[in-house]
């Protein structure tokens, strides 16, 4: 049997920089052999240094890109992160495509402190209960579950208070945890996975929850089950950190591409 290409509809915002966002998510699901369409939800100004400028898309544009997508093209998974303005819109697209699954990635700041979103009472109501995924950093998972997120108990802690949510499985990213070792936590109904590894010393690491996000979804339109979606999204992450290669005198780009350079 030929092997599933896995069609990913990607609702974003553009970086110009090109180490996160859109870019990031096309980039990634195109290196694990899927295929990716759009919708962008905002356009920013920014490199490795920071945002500056951000021009959000209209809503009912963003939706008519969506929607464009998915009555021809089609999905098999859609990849949600920065909504800029448009989560009400977004949440009726998902209305009428409800066997889709979501991976949804909460940004809600650039990596400069930045805020990339509003309406978190809206995001919580309307699309944590359509997550096939939801894949929060500590700050992000603090915010939708009201609780502290300080350590790897915090995020198992905040993890089940987002399943109790509605929410159907929930990725615990650990890289805001102090530590040596970074622990992310897949937790299910039916019980957790720990993905674990070294805390590389770099600062190299924009974008990486982007790209997390959409590995995870390029696997599950691909028909792989939750667990090896995200073991493979992970080590496909982990890799590209390793091998960022080093671009802007900020916090640089990961190694999209690395597949193609492997030894």
Partial sequence: MAERLGRVLVIAGSDSGGGAGAQADIKTVTMLGGYAASAITAVTVQNTLGVSDILKID????????????????????????????????????????????????????????????????????????????????????????????TTDDLRRAGEALLQAGVQAVLMKGGHIVGDTVVDILMTPGGETTFEGPRLDTRHTHGTGCTLASACAVGLAQGLILEAAVARAWGYTAEAIRRAPGFGAGAGPLDHGWPLRRQ
């Fill in 59 to 150: 809503p009912a544009l963003v939706a008519a890109q969506a929607r464009a997508v998915l009555e021809d093209i089609g999905a098999d998974a859609i990849k949600i992160g920065m909504l800029g303005d448009a989560a009400a819109a977004v949440a009726e697209v998902l209305d009428a495509w409800p066997l889709i699954p979501v991976v949804l990635d909460p940004v809600m700041l650039a990596k400069d402190g930045t805020a990339l979103a509003g309406g978190l009472e809206l995001l919580k109501s309307r699309l944590l209960p359509r997550a096939a995924l939801l894949t929060p950093n500590a700050p992000e998972a603090a915010a939708l579950s009201g609780l502290k997120v300080e």
